[in-house]
């Protein structure tokens, strides 16, 4: 979520004033918490207030913290931790096959994929404040909550302290000057729906991908304009004991390490790619092997018609920004070509339209040249990788060694979604 854009509406709806905002944004890039908690931090308003106002600004439905700390350890559970840390996202309620997952952005949609091929359910994500998620987690998951928040829960829950602010378990509005315009009303749900017993699935003869399987994960649906299969080419020393009298010289932490060779990269990425539990370990494997041959790097994956990024790291680049890229794919772009088949990019991004956002996301200047490498799953097309040098040229590069990055990563999707596939038989 983008912080100004957030802080902006706030002042457009008269949620906050308008001559506290460069306070806010300060507060928000000094803590590194969201605004939601930093408007709570400065007594801008209450947790009704600020809550109803991020559903609104989300677009999403809001859960209220006494529902989130309600939820069943059963439901909690179909979430392991790890996800649940990593994607901040809690399970709070079921109804038949659907999910309710409170998340710190329920406007993710690749997050929401991940759950559901997890749990075999569909997912619907409610907006609840940051400082809600944090308790959740440490509720249900054991994780430690930082000082400063715990400090902040403590007061909200005592009245009269400090501010206009409420307490976390009530559903009392707090008195706060009225919004230009109604806020989404909060919706209770208190009401625990039991569990069904998990429902059994047709075990398959062989293990085999068909069509059905992947639609399991809408981001490998198959389009309507599939792309065929492009041709891959290519197949210490004992430390020495100090006497006793000496004192120990550590090592220093700066002390530059010989790089990896290319096949020792590559066998490093494929023990990362055969562990891989998550799609976001995937990308890590990825982005780690190609960390040494770019100064920029960018996944972006295929989700239905559009292309939307994904996981973004380098000088200038801005995660929110390459989470917000949303490319149509027939839509004139760099990877017009790559859909009809070309195996690869080389080169600098063409001057259309729709790049342009991936040349925002990269914040600095645009790329002399690149290179754009399709991911497939059985011959099908469903994310893209990207790397840059800045405003260098590019340089060699080892395009061997990615063509069978390539394909290691065809396999590990195709684990990857076999495991999803077991957990919910």
Request: charged share 20%.
């Amino acid at each position: 979520m983008d912080a100004r854009s957030f802080v902006e509406f706030l002042i457009q709806e008269r949620v906050i004033p308008a001559e506290r905002k460069n306070v806010l944004i300060e507060a928000t890039s000094i803590s590194g918490d969201r605004v939601d908690t930093a408007v709570l931090d400065l007594a801008l308003t209450g947790e009704a207030t600020i809550l109803s106002a991020l559903g609104q600004f989300t677009k999403s439905r809001i859960v209220l913290a006494s529902d989130i700390a309600s939820a069943s350890p059963e439901l909690t559970s179909l979430i392991p931790s790890r996800l649940a840390r990593r994607f901040g996202v809690i399970p709070f309620r079921r109804d038949g096959k659907t999910l309710s997952v409170a998340a710190l952005d329920p406007g993710d949609l690749l997050v929401q994929d991940e759950l559901a091929l997890l749990t075999g359910s569909m997912i619907t994500t409610f907006a609840a404040l940051e400082i809600h998620i944090r308790a959740g987690l440490a509720r249900h998951y054991s994780v430690a909550l930082q000082p400063r928040v715990e400090a902040l829960l403590r007061r909200l829950r005592s009245p009269g302290k400090r501010g206009p602010t409420s307490p976390i378990q009530t559903h009392k509005a707090p008195e706060t000057p009225a919004l230009t315009k109604p806020l989404t009303p909060v919706e209770s749900t208190t009401t625990q729906t039991p569990i069904p017993p998990p429902q059994k699935a047709e075990i398959p003869f062989e293990l085999e991908f068909s069509d059905e399987d992947l639609a399991l994960f809408p981001s490998f649906a198959t389009s309507a304009q599939p792309a065929p299969t492009a041709k891959e080419a290519a197949t210490s020393e004992p430390a020495a004991m100090a006497p006793p009298p000496a004192p120990v010289v550590e090592e220093s932490p700066t002390a530059p390490r010989p790089p990896l060779s290319l096949e020792a990269s590559l066998a490093r990425a494929a023990e990362a790619l055969q562990g891989a539990e998550i799609r976001d370990d995937i990308a890590d494997a990825l982005l780690e092997f190609s960390r040494p041959h770019f100064a920029r790097c960018m996944l972006l994956a295929i989700r239905g018609n559009t292309i939307v990024g994904w996981r973004g790291e380098g000088g200038g680049v801005e995660p929110t920004a390459v989470r917000a890229i949303a490319i149509p794919k027939d839509k004139p772009s760099v990877f017009s070509g790559l859909l009809q088949g070309t195996s690869f990019w080389l080169g600098p991004l063409p001057p259309m339209t729709r790049n342009q956002e991936m040349i925002t996301a990269l914040g600095g200047p645009p790329p002399v040249g690149c290179l754009i490498l399709p991911i497939k799953v059985r011959g099908k097309i469903v994310a893209f990788l990207y790397g840059d040098t800045g405003g260098r040229p590019l340089g060699s590069v080892p395009m061997a060694d990615f063509k069978r990055l390539m394909a290691k990563t065809d396999i590990a999707f195709q684990v990857y979604l076999l495991k999803g596939k077991i957990r919910v038989i």
